[in-house]
């Protein structure tokens, strides 16, 4: 199976995963407290995520977790070329991007440097943490230079194996 072929097979099963509210919500709350509970995150001042869609992990949680921690959450910006910087969460300066997601207003970066971990979307991984994600390649630009934790929230079905490409980043944490 190409990676494209996966890709679409795993938003479909994430899809009819996150029918079930109940279910889907009760995986969240335990990634969450997984999440949380990392050494990465118990040690981090400024954690980076993602605003995520309805059939992935809820980051909102997150986000509120991390808030109420007092912890600084930063949040992607994308531009053309492939281009991604981390911009401070502010719920109140969120405008929809050509892709119909949610990105900070602000351009205001903050360095690569000063985050001390990154939670990482995407929609299938592999055991040893390499990571099919919606095709744009941001993610795996970013984290090839970045010398952080980075750590995924996935649900079981996302578990799978496939060929990665020499550009692959593999995040360092599955949690599950």
């Known amino acids: 199976m190409t990676k494209k072929e996966l ?3 795993m938003i479909l099963k994430m899809k009819n995963f996150s029918k079930n509210i109940l279910q889907k919500d ?3 709350a335990m990634l969450l407290e997984k999440l949380v509970s990392t050494t990465s995150y118990q040690n981090a001042k400024i954690v980076a995520t993602y605003l995520s869609m309805v059939n992935e992990f ?3 949680l997150f986000i509120s977790q ?3 921690d007092k912890k600084t959450v930063v949040i992607p910006k994308t531009y053309p070329n492939g281009k991604m910087i981390f911009v401070k969460y502010d719920k109140n300066q969120l405008q ?3 892709f119909g997601l949610l990105e900070p207003i602000s351009d205001l970066e903050v360095k690569k440097s000063e985050i001390d971990f990154i939670h990482v979307p995407g929609v299938a991984f592999s055991p040893d943490g390499y990571r099919i994600g919606y095709g744009a390649g941001y993610f795996d630009r970013y984290l090839a230079d ?4 980075t750590i995924s929230t996935i649900y079981p079905f996302q578990l799978q194996d496939f060929k ?3 550009f692959d980043i593999p995040v360092r ?3 599950q």
Do not use: C, F, M, Q
């Open 7 to 9: 890709r679409k097979e």
């Open 26 to 28: 009760r995986a969240d």
């Open 58 to 60: 809820n980051t909102n």
């Open 66 to 68: 991390a808030i109420k």
């Open 96 to 98: 929809k991007t050509s």
């Open 146 to 149: 970045y010398t952080g934790d």
């Open 164 to 166: 990665k490409e020499p």
């Open 173 to 175: 944490k599955l949690l």
